[in-house]
């Protein structure tokens, strides 16, 4: 309706990798870009040149909602999983529509940790603790978010994710405990609904709910 359109690439600024997202606008048939220069809206840097993460969409709210992996190399060694100081291994979900004066998009009021200190958590996280959420969608009948986070050595793990919840990496790798160094006694994890051994399948690349 508007021509607005949104793109999630990566880039290299500065000699650094960098996930960004551009606001772009199509042309007056809808056919082709406009040509005109995009806007960009986040900028994210990555400390290696995977788990970078995946889908952006807009979900039945209106909002968009960015997936994003803990960044590499292996392991989320740095803890970005965990920590509100990083967008990285975060549903991240943001307000294109509704935007204040000299900011680039506005953040939902019911995001869950807009109350929280902006040093300690930015109010722009929805859900956090994930490795690598490459694809997701929202069931088109029930509204659920479904994700698909690609595991490390030994679980696929196919989830429902609402707003607010830890899902576990790295402290936890699909049900099982995987390490301790970035758990925090006052968190809890939420379960996948579903987690699979290598033994079964490769890494979990669907998220979309069929309904025949």
Same mark, same amino acid.
């Given at each position: 309706?508007?021509?607005?359109?949104?793109?999630?690439?990566?880039?290299?600024?500065?000699?650094?990798?960098?996930?960004?997202?551009?606001?772009?606008?199509?042309?007056?048939?809808?056919?082709?870009?406009?040509?005109?220069?995009?806007? *960009?809206?986040?900028?994210?840097?990555?400390?290696?040149?995977?788990?970078?993460?995946?889908?952006?969409?807009?979900?039945?709210?209106?909002?968009?909602?960015?997936?994003?992996?803990?960044?590499?190399? *292996?392991?989320?060694?740095?803890?970005?999983?965990?920590?509100?100081?990083?967008?990285?291994?975060?549903?991240?979900?943001?307000?294109?529509?509704?935007?204040?004066?000299?900011?680039?998009?506005?953040?939902?009021?019911?995001?869950?940790?807009?109350?929280?200190?902006?040093?300690?958590?930015?109010?722009?996280?929805?859900?956090?603790?994930?490795?690598?959420?490459?694809?997701?969608?929202?069931?088109?009948?029930?509204?659920?978010?479904?994700?698909?986070?690609?595991? *490390?050595?030994?679980?696929?793990?196919?989830?429902?994710?609402?707003?607010?919840?830890?899902?576990?990496?790295?402290?936890?790798?699909?049900?099982?405990?995987?390490?301790?160094?970035?758990?925090?006694?006052?968190?809890?994890?939420?379960?996948?609904?579903?987690?699979?051994?290598?033994?079964?399948?490769?890494?979990?690349?669907?998220?979309?709910?069929?309904?025949?």
């Amino acid at each position: 309706n508007n021509r607005r359109f949104m793109i999630k690439h990566e880039t290299i600024i500065d000699g650094k990798r960098h996930t960004v997202v551009v606001e772009k606008r199509a042309s007056s048939d809808l056919l082709t870009d406009s040509g005109e220069v995009s806007k *960009q809206l986040l900028k994210i840097e990555q400390p290696a040149d995977n788990h970078n993460g995946g889908t952006l969409a807009f979900g039945p709210d209106g909002f968009l909602y960015l997936a994003m992996g803990d960044g590499g190399p *292996q392991e989320d060694p740095n803890g970005y999983s965990q920590s509100g100081r990083s967008f990285l291994g975060k549903m991240l979900r943001i307000d294109v529509d509704n935007v204040p004066p000299d900011h680039l998009y506005g953040i939902p009021h019911d995001n869950p940790f807009v109350e929280r200190d902006s040093q300690d958590w930015h109010h722009e996280i929805w859900a956090v603790g994930f490795r690598e959420p490459w694809r997701f969608s929202f069931d088109r009948k029930t509204g659920d978010l479904w994700l698909g986070d690609v595991g *490390q050595v030994r679980f696929e793990e196919i989830c429902i994710v609402r707003s607010g919840e830890n899902h576990g990496w790295n402290v936890r790798e699909g049900r099982q405990s995987f390490k301790e160094t970035y758990r925090r006694r006052d968190a809890t994890y939420t379960e996948p609904l579903l987690a699979y051994s290598r033994y079964l399948g490769a890494s979990v690349t669907g998220g979309y709910v069929y309904r025949g």
